[in-house]
């Protein structure tokens, strides 16, 4: 604390009145901004201040005044002590008050107030002790000595808040000194991890203040006392696409046009989009969306506080767009009795847990334009691959909420599909979230839904915090595991498989091709999305790339020369290589090793031998197709999660997206689907000639006869 001669010598006469702790913190604040206009020394970089002036403070009013110059924002602008600052110099220069509370004192005194500045500064530097502590001392200490002015405050509101002696003025008042304490406590703490100190001692100030303060506004029928913001998420990067630019980190922009470098402009990753809120209809407060659960959708009579629901005895309209009433298929009734046995095995049935497949429709695989080139036009393998999609989630009910908690992408190449892909499952996306219950289950549940398919292809890469994969904004506490543990969770997976003989073995996909005897990458198995395509495709381009250039040492390891110079009367002529000088069996080698040192990371696992899948009958998939856009793919889900802010990053944030989630889910983008009007669970194959709503699935179709003729839609 910097308790200089200037304040009290100018604040003497006032100091038995009392507004003297404020006024001693206003006026303290105003002599450093006064300080910094005059002081000689300049800032030599604005973002690392090498300030000369010996008043340690100095520097921090200089940042502010530099902001301030800058800044058009009146109003919203999140630089710690701009707004205080810019009304304090406006009263300044505009008082014309000789008896002002504020300015008075400062402009009637005699004291020259940067000796005095200077010299208590310099008392400062020779005492080491103090020396330290004034490194990290700023102007914002005070909002350090307000918060604990009114804290103080704070604990008396929240005993006398439901006295009915206590005028609405009077919590008004009270309440305004309470959201200023908070936005100083917000902008101290911003400021302080924007120049990396450790603000233990401030965070934990806020936590408590915050903590009483949401039950001081609960109590006056509001959901809380914070301003809260989305998560800031990292940005793509246009220059390289696996570039992300972080939190807080700086980048150039400028429009979405060809410019040249010198017209960016830097900008800073930190701009907050601030949840939205919604207006009880009887008392008309407010209450942040996510806070209340409400969806205009799903509640279209408007939002109604639980305060007024008590009052009035209003019950809460049962919510029609959940996740337990999306239909159900063979699939999610066979994962689903699988976890619930496990629960129920563990004694941990409380929480019920729904499987639901919510998107299953057909897609090819199309090979790529190189490998089409080299090998599909001579006929040595397919140009396209047919496969079905999945989209498979998992939800639990929580505090009488649903919550998703896991879910993955999966493609399903069945007995009709051309080799290599035959009979083959690749996992192209799997991701949970940390909110399961009990804690002690959750890998065991995520390995129960795991198990069930006959040859899956997994592909043990692990996400990182620039790089979501199915959930948008994971929390910042959860674990994500690095590539060396993944692959053991998976085997330990593996390894339970066998165990319940689900799983015949699993190998290495580098051990796998040895195994098999495979002699071409045409015997490789071909995915969407996986990377085995786009490493092949990168062999084949750098090895006709260099036959083209004629270079001698290709830039493939321990590639053959391919290409030679050849020079007549002193002129470089072309030559021309056929396709055929990329032999298949040197593209096969080169695949290999690329596979070899990934060998770790991708895993087969079988469940029939090779005999047995020599007589295994041709796969009919008797699950009705789900055609549903939002789930069709991973990127379109993903976009709309970013667009529509449905983040997983705290249970009640993620309350909401999955809410949302369901609610698109059913009137979204299910509307073309009919849902069966007899079992109101599977979705409808038949459909009534004359009867305008009427629709059936197969089971109730065979099992119930309809007056009128049915035609089959699916």
């Known amino acids: 604390m910097l308790e200089n001669a200037v304040i009290f010598q100018k604040l003497k006469k006032y100091k038995n009145t009392e507004n003297f702790g404020t006024w001693k913190l206003i006026i303290r604040h105003l002599l450093l901004l006064l300080h910094a206009r005059k002081c000689p020394h300049e800032i030599e970089n604005f973002n690392i201040f090498k ?28 630089e710690p002590y701009c707004r205080s600052s810019k009304k304090l110099l406006f009263h300044w220069n505009n008082c014309k008050n000789d008896n002002c509370d504020i300015c008075a004192a400062v402009k009637k005194s005699d004291i020259n107030q940067s000796s005095v500045l200077k010299q208590e500064g310099q008392q400062q530097l020779n005492n080491s002790s103090e020396q330290d502590a004034s490194k ?24 006398n808040i439901n006295d009915d002696s206590t005028s609405p003025a009077a919590v008004c008042e009270l309440l305004l000194s309470v959201f200023r304490t908070m936005l100083s406590m917000q902008e101290c703490v911003a400021f302080r991890r924007s120049h990396f100190f450790q603000p233990i001692s401030i965070c934990e100030l806020e936590q408590y203040f915050s903590v009483k303060m949401d039950d001081v506004m609960r109590m006056l029928g509001y959901c809380c006392c914070r301003s809260l913001s989305y998560t800031v998420m990292p940005l793509p990067c246009r220059g390289n696409p696996s570039c992300f630019i972080r939190r807080n980190g700086y980048y150039y922009y400028y429009k979405k046009i060809k410019i040249r470098k010198e017209k960016f402009v830097m900008l800073k990753n ?31 009579e408007g939002f109604i506080c639980e305060k007024c629901r008590i009052k009035k005895n209003i019950t809460l309209p049962k919510n029609k767009f959940t996740a337990k009433l999306l239909p159900q298929n063979k699939m999610s009734v066979h994962i689903e009795n699988r976890v619930k046995k496990l629960l129920r095995n563990n004694k941990a049935d409380d929480k019920e847990v729904i499987i639901r497949v919510l998107s299953d429709c057909n897609v090819e695989t199309e090979v790529k334009p190189f490998m089409k080139a080299r090998f599909c036009d001579s006929g040595l393998m397919s140009d396209t691959f047919p496969y079905r999609s999945k989209a498979i989630f998992a939800f639990q009910i929580i505090d ?25 499952i690749y996992i192209a996306y799997l991701d949970s979230v940390k909110y399961f219950e009990p804690q002690n289950l959750r890998t065991t549940v995520y390995q129960e839904i795991l198990l069930g398919f006959m040859k ?66 045409t015997e490789l198995p071909y995915f969407e999305g996986d990377w085995i395509p786009e490493m092949l495709e990168s062999l084949i381009m750098e090895l006709k790339e260099g036959i083209q250039k004629r270079t001698t040492d290709v830039s493939m390891t321990d590639g053959p020369i391919l290409a030679h110079t050849i020079q007549n009367n002193d002129q470089k002529e072309n030559v021309t290589v056929s396709q055929d000088v990329i032999s298949e069996k040197q593209i096969f080698e080169d695949a290999l090793l690329h596979i070899k040192k990934h060998r770790e990371t991708h895993f087969v696992a079988i469940l029939y031998t090779n005999r047995v899948v020599n007589i295994l009958k041709p796969i009919y998939d008797i699950d009705t197709l789900i055609s549903c856009k939002l789930m069709r793919t991973r990127n379109h889900f993903f976009s709309m999660a970013k667009e529509f802010k449905w983040e997983f990053s ?4 993620t309350k909401f997206s999955t809410m949302a989630i369901c609610y698109r889910l059913h009137k979204c983008d299910m509307e073309s689907m009919a849902i069966c009007a007899k079992c109101r669970i599977a979705y409808a194959s038949w459909h009534c000639t004359l009867c305008e709503d009427f629709n059936c699935c197969q089971l109730c179709y065979n099992s119930t006869s309809h007056h009128h003729l049915m035609e089959r839609i699916l």
């Open 51 to 78: 300030a000369q002036c010996i008043l340690v403070q100095c520097r921090h009013a200089k940042r502010i005044l530099k902001h301030i110059e800058y800044c058009s924002d009146k109003i919203h602008c999140n």
């Open 136 to 159: 990290q001392s700023t102007i914002l200490t005070v909002s350090s000595e307000r918060n604990q002015l009114s804290l103080a405050e704070s604990e008396s509101l929240s005993s």
């Open 270 to 300: 930190n701009q907050a989009i601030y949840e939205t809120f919604v207006t009880c209809n009887i008392c008309s407060k407010k209450w942040h969306r996510i806070c209340a659960l409400h969806h205009d959708g799903i509640h279209p």
């Open 400 to 424: 009488d909420k649903e919550i998703c908690f896991f879910g993955m992408f999966v493609q399903e190449y069945g007995s009709s599909c051309p080799p290599p892909n035959s009979r083959q």
């Open 456 to 521: 899956v292809n997994i592909w043990a890469c692990p996400s990182n915090r620039n790089n979501e994969y199915i959930f948008y904004c994971h929390p910042l506490e959860q674990k994500i595991p690095n590539e060396k543990k993944l692959q053991e969770w998976y085997k330990c997976l593996l390894d339970k498989g066998i165990m319940e003989n689900i799983i015949v073995d699993y190998k290495e996909m580098y051990k796998y091709i040895q195994d098999s005897h495979f002699t071409s990458v």
């Open 650 to 653: 705290s249970l009640r944030r």
